[in-house]
C-alpha cells in the first residue's frame, strides 16, 4: 500500500526554484492567487472570501501532510524562498491504486519562464521515484490549453473526456482527464 508519511517535509529543489511547505506566512501571498481571476480562469472552485478561509486551507493543507493525505507546495524562487509565487502538489491520492492528481498554479507575473515546468519535473520525479506513485492523473477545464500543452510537454497522454460531469455555479462541465505512467514499472 503507498504511503504519504515521511518523517520530515520533502523540501525540492531545482535549478531557480525551492518547492516548500506551506506556512500560515502565505496567506496573503495564496489570497492574491486564489483571487486573480486571470490565474483562476479555468480552476473552477469558488474563490476564497477573506484572508481567515485562506489560513484555514493553508492549515488544512498542514494537516493533510501531518495525516499523510496528500502533499503540496509553495514554489518560491531560491533567492526569495519566502515569497510563494505558485503551487504544485497532489490532492487525490488513491492509496489503493498508487494513483494521485497533480495540480499547479503561478503568479502571471512568471509565466512563460519555464517556471512551472522545472517545478512539474521535479514533483513527478519525486512522485515516481520516492512516492512510489504507479499513475500521475490530472484533470483540466478543457478550454484550458495552457495547461493542457503543459501535460502534453511532460508526457501526459489523454485518457478520458467527461461530459458535463462537474458542477459549477448553474453550469455543467466537460473535464478532460490526463495521465502519465510511471517509467520505472
Ligand atoms: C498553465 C500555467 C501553470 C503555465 O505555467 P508557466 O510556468 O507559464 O509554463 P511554462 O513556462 O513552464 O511552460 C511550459 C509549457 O507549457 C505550455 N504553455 C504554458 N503556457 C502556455 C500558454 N499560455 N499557451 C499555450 N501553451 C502554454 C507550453 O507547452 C510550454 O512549453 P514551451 O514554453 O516550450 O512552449 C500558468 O499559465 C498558470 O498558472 N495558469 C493558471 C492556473 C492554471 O490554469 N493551472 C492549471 C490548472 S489544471
Request: hydrophobic share 40%; aromatic share 12%; charged share 30%.
Amino acid at each position: 500500500m503507498l504511503t504519504l508519511n515521511f518523517t520530515k517535509f520533502p523540501v525540492l529543489k531545482t535549478e531557480r526554484l525551492i518547492l516548500r511547505e506551506h506556512d500560515l506566512d502565505d496567506a496573503e501571498a495564496l489570497f492574491a492567487l486564489r483571487t486573480n481571476e486571470t490565474v483562476m480562469k479555468y480552476i473552477d472552485r469558488e474563490r476564497p472570501k477573506d484572508i481567515f478561509e485562506i489560513k484555514d486551507f493553508i492549515s488544512r493543507f498542514r494537516n493533510g501532510y501531518e495525516n499523510g493525505d496528500n502533499l503540496a507546495w509553495v514554489i518560491a524562487l531560491k533567492e526569495t524562498p519566502d515569497k510563494m509565487i505558485g503551487s504544485v502538489g497532489y490532492w487525490r491520492t488513491d492509496f489503493a491504486n498508487h494513483r494521485a492528481e497533480i495540480g499547479y498554479m503561478l503568479h502571471p507575473d512568471y509565466w512563460r519562464q519555464g517556471i512551472i515546468s522545472e517545478a512539474l519535473k521535479r514533483s513527478i520525479d519525486f512522485g515516481f521515484n520516492e512516492v512510489n506513485l504507479h499513475t500521475i492523473s490530472a484533470n483540466i477545464n478543457v478550454e484550458n490549453d495552457a495547461s493542457r500543452q503543459m501535460l502534453i510537454k511532460h508526457g501526459f497522454v489523454k485518457e478520458a473526456h467527461f461530459k458535463q460531469d462537474y458542477y459549477f455555479r448553474g453550469q455543467f462541465l466537460d473535464s478532460e482527464i490526463y495521465g502519465l505512467l510511471n517509467p520505472n514499472h
